[in-house]
T-cell receptor
């Protein structure tokens, strides 16, 4: 069974540009989470989907971040326009319905220059 | 005060020793507790979870939970150099997403 996969693994963009990150959760997992780790800090929660619905988006830093999960399968996280402080590793995780044991993808390392 | 606190380390132990990793949390409503292992540049890997007070053993790993003291620990017996990694403590409450500590770096010396 495939694990959580994320694309791209690395992205370097200029300030002001747009970047879209993609996450494919483990098949059948209703819960999908986005987290971010900024250099030297702990992993911080961004957003939680249950199927296609946003269960909790309290961790989204501002309205430059937009997450979608059309059809309740894969999810995208768009940053537009990107700022320097958006640099970090963006992790996606998924878990089955009713479970909180989350399995992580390998992350997307975003660098905004 | 951070919601989940861990000593950043590094914690250095000799090969074959017991490594003891500790974590405290502030939310008394927390119900689920997880330990993830993260090798440098890799994704966090779930290695243990515990929901009830007491000990839970899985192979060389034992998770210990004390809700009254808001304390959870991970013991690694017979530590191996391959156990060298950062260990992340994560805490959950209900259906809320997990809250992570900043991690403890473990170094197992051959």
């Amino acid at each position: 069974e495939a694990g959580v996969t994320q694309f791209p693994s690395h992205s370097v963009i200029e300030k002001g540009q747009t970047v879209t990150l993609r996450c494919d959760p483990i098949s059948g997992h209703d819960n999908l989470y986005w987290y971010r780790r900024v250099m030297g800090k702990e992993i911080k929660f961004l957003l939680h989907f249950v199927k296609e619905s946003k269960q909790d988006e309290s961790g989204m830093p501002n309205n430059r971040f937009l997450a979608e999960r059309t059809g309740g399968t894969y999810s995208t996280l768009k940053v537009q326009p990107a700022e320097l402080e958006d640099s970090g590793v963006y992790f996606c995780a998924s878990s089955p319905s009713g479970k909180t044991e989350a399995f992580f993808g390998q992350g997307t390392r975003l660098t905004v220059v | 005060q951070k919601e989940v606190e861990q000593n950043s380390g590094p914690l250095s132990v000799p090969e074959g020793a017991i490594a003891s990793l500790n974590c405290t949390y502030s939310d008394r409503g927390s119900q689920s507790f997880f330990w993830y292992r993260q090798y440098s540049g890799k994704s966090p890997e779930l290695i243990m979870f515990i929901y009830s007070n007491g000990d839970k053993e899985d192979g060389r790993f034992t998770a210990q939970l004390n809700k009254a003291s808001q304390y959870v620990s991970l013991l690694i017996r017979d530590s191996q150099p391959s156990d060298s990694a950062t260990y992340l403590c994560a805490v959950g409450a209900g259906r809320r997403a997990l809250t992570f500590g900043s991690g403890t770096r473990l170094q197992v010396q051959p």
